[in-house]
């Protein structure tokens, strides 16, 4: 590094415009610099930060090593991509777009199950009749073998899916499913249906700060400027 | 903080396994050597998802989705099958080879991803009690042959649990809830709850449907639980069919009809699970607390007293040991008694050797049925570790 405070942003989509949008309106204006379209920039007036542009996932990675000393990206992302997430990095508030829950849903027409707890109760009746485990598809294997093992659920198996996890109950590809929702629309339409407790995680596009970062008294001055304009501090 | 093994301790640990391996021989145990790369589906389907976290799963150029075993209990189970696919002929096996988990927290020397099981296995034997007292007291003997000297021992029971539960009125399958949720303290705690209020156990259930449900008549509940969903115009999807969802129904029906559990049964579950004493006392303790709600107990006391005395008989000081009712609530595939042997110099937190009866996994793994299976291994690099911090020196 050059000294200077890296702040990573989504390079592309719908959360990157969010992104510029709410950084402008605190009063940061991104500008692109070098070839036209260039994975980096700068914030007009601020030349101690240098803004890399890169991939929502990466962005938590980033964090997770310190190669990035602020980031923005969803707390769902941070939380699955660290299991030690408040120890290495910081969340500096919330942005107020890119809201999603990170929810356990099962098929509609399982009566029988409303709550975690009858998750595992109907796991064991499944595995007799069925010879193996209940497949969870989804994304978040991490994020969802903490909250199954926090509610005493063991007895399942995540398969992962990397795209249209919805439908893998109707594909017969898993028995339910963990992933993120914003209205709930998608679920019903593929029938399912959020469990009583199955809300893991109310996300939004967050400004996270890596604690793991190599920290100047210079750059943690920036970092204080910066985060005082969103949290109007 | 270095996980890579200098030389030096990789020759030390292949003479103390070469030590390990002479004791368990001489006592009849045949040494195998399962295989390293074991197919994914079947294994983790048997150690589940917490332990599958920390197993290294990959996929090899034909799509086959393998791992690294992440311990040595299950390929031996495995290979014990390969020879007598029953399972049911008598056997002794003992390994020393490496098994392979993810430390989340990063390796350490008490936590290395890649460490030496040295282990033995018991198939199919008749006496469990004086099976159990065997694989201890060979565990124990192995440890001091190393030159381990001081050593605590923790024990447990799951059967006690078992003929606790087996001895207070319920129905079975509330037994069979109660046993299983037993693993998991919190869920567990929360179950015995619901089952003594009858608004608990009524909660969220579609009620129209579950009160028409005839517990007898399992063929009209499939289909009320078809017309059900019908009528509210949800789909059947997936792979549960109505007749899996209408049996757990009929049984949410039949908990209706049946009386909750009365408070002072709880309560003695409650208390029998917080017991902790010293092994000698246990007996008559839990005696004393089982009787004083009418509940007879002695048969599993019994057999618990029997295999202490055979413990003791093997020369290993065993009364004083800690008995935890708790104790094995984290190892799942464990059904009857338990076992950690504790170096002083590691703390309890590291365990060097652990053990205990598992006879259901055998079956999880192919067996036509339940075979009895008790086994125990030591954690080579712990033992190591411990007899250089204590300075102790291999005996001769």
Known sequence: ?233 | MSTAATTADIEALEAQARGLMATFTRAGYERVEPAVIQPAALFLDVIGEELRARTYVFTDPDGAELCLRPDLTVPTCRLHLERHPAGDVPARYCYSAPAFRYQAAGADRAHPREFRQAGIESFAAADREADDAGVLALTVEALRRAGLGRIEIRIGDLGLFAALIEALPMPERWRARLKHQFWRPDAFRAELQRLTSADALARGLPHDLVGRLDPADPAGAEAAVLGHLDKTGCELIGTRTAAEIALRLVDAAADLREKPLRAETAALIESYVAVKAPARETRDGLARLARGQGVDLSAGLDAFQRRLDRIEAAGIGIAGAEFSAEFGRNLEYYTGFVFEVIAPALGPRSPVAGGGRYDGLLAEVGAPGPVPAVGASIHTERLLAALQDAGQEAAP
């Open chain 1, 1 to 233: 590094m050059n000294g200077k405070l890296v702040l990573a942003l989504p390079s592309k989509g719908r959360l990157m415009e969010q992104c510029t949008a709410a950084l402008a309106a605190a009063g940061l204006g991104i500008v692109r610099t070098g070839p036209a379209r260039g994975y980096k920039g700068e914030i007009e007036g601020w030349p101690g930060v240098e803004v890399n542009f890169v991939s929502s996932s990466e962005i938590a990675q980033l964090l997770r090593t310190g190669a990035a000393h602020l980031g923005v990206t969803g707390e769902d992302l941070v939380r699955e991509t660290m299991a030690d997430a408040d120890e290495r990095v910081r969340f500096l508030g919330g942005l107020g777009f890119g809201q999603a829950d990170v929810v356990v849903a099962v098929p509609a027409c399982w009566l029988d199950v409303r709550r975690m707890a009858d998750l595992e109760e109907m796991s064991l009746l499944f595995r007799r009749l069925h010879g193996r485990r209940v497949r969870v598809a989804t994304k978040y294997m991490n994020l969802t073998r903490r909250y199954f093992a926090q509610a005493g659920v063991t007895g399942y198996r995540i398969v992962e899916s990397l795209g249209a996890t919805e439908g893998a109950p109707a594909a017969g590809l898993a028995e339910l499913i963990v992933d993120i929702t914003t209205t709930g629309a998608t679920l019903t339409a593929n029938g399912l249906r959020i469990l009583d407790d199955g809300v893991i995680l109310e996300s939004q596009a967050n400004l996270v700060a890596s604690r793991v970062a190599p920290w100047s008294p210079e750059l943690a001055a920036i970092e204080a400027q910066i985060s005082a304009r969103f949290t109007g501090a």
